[in-house]
């Protein structure tokens, strides 16, 4: 079993706490397989990531490049009263289907906080033309942003830990026999260092 305990290294803000007890309406499931919770003492420590190491979890394979706080999303407009979080990563379908962006990924990909919950980012985009992203091909690479919009109480960390749940494929995952991938159990973590961009007036 992975060190769980090991994803929260570096989410150093309180106010994740609200973005998660949001986060974790639609991640019931998560939790019930087990989530974050403390592993025992002698569970192997999850592996963690450096950016531009490729990562692969039976779904997805997952390459993050960066991370960085601005006043805008990617491609749009400042707006002087609100800050987003962006990571920006290369992903990879490596099932035999197109699969929704809003599956999967926003799913596996996710956001740590101080207290091991998992926070879905917010929208992901195309990082080519910064438009909404659609479905994930198979094996065909994406470069994708994943965008989270930050509180108004959020104080810049110059690093951010994110973490990469595994997903298997189960021939009969369900009672008519039917196929599916399933989440599993924390894979990976990333620490990236956070860039921060509030003071600059174009998007990147």
Do not use: C
């Not at 974050?36 to 993050?64: D, E, H, I, N, W």
């Not at 962006?101 to 910064?130: C, M, N, Q, W």
């Not at 094996?139 to 108004?152: S, Y």
């Amino acid at each position: 079993m992975a060190n769980k305990d090991e994803l929260i290294g570096a989410a150093r803000n309180p106010w994740w706490q609200a973005a998660a007890a949001v986060a974790a309406i639609a991640l019931v499931a998560v939790f019930a397989l087990g989530g974050f919770k403390p592993a025992k003492s002698k569970a192997k420590p999850l592996p963690q990531y450096a950016a531009g190491k490729r990562v692969q979890t039976g779904a997805m394979a997952v390459t993050p490049l960066r991370a960085w706080v601005a006043r805008y999303r990617p491609g749009g407009r400042i707006e002087p009263n609100q800050l987003y979080l962006v990571l920006q990563a290369d992903v990879e379908n490596r099932t035999a289907r197109s699969f929704n962006s809003f599956g999967y990924l926003l799913e596996d990909l996710i956001l740590v906080s101080p207290k091991r919950e998992p926070i879905k980012a917010d929208t992901p985009l195309s990082a080519d033309d910064h438009s909404q992203l659609g479905d994930l091909h198979p094996r065909l690479k994406q470069r994708v942003d994943l965008v989270w919009k930050l509180p108004p109480g959020y104080v810049y960390a110059p690093s951010q830990t994110f973490g990469l749940f595994a997903r298997d494929y189960k021939a009969k995952a369900y009672l008519n026999d039917e196929g599916a991938w399933l989440q599993g159990k924390p894979a990976a973590k990333f620490e990236l260092a956070v860039q921060d961009l509030r003071a600059q007036a174009l998007a990147p």
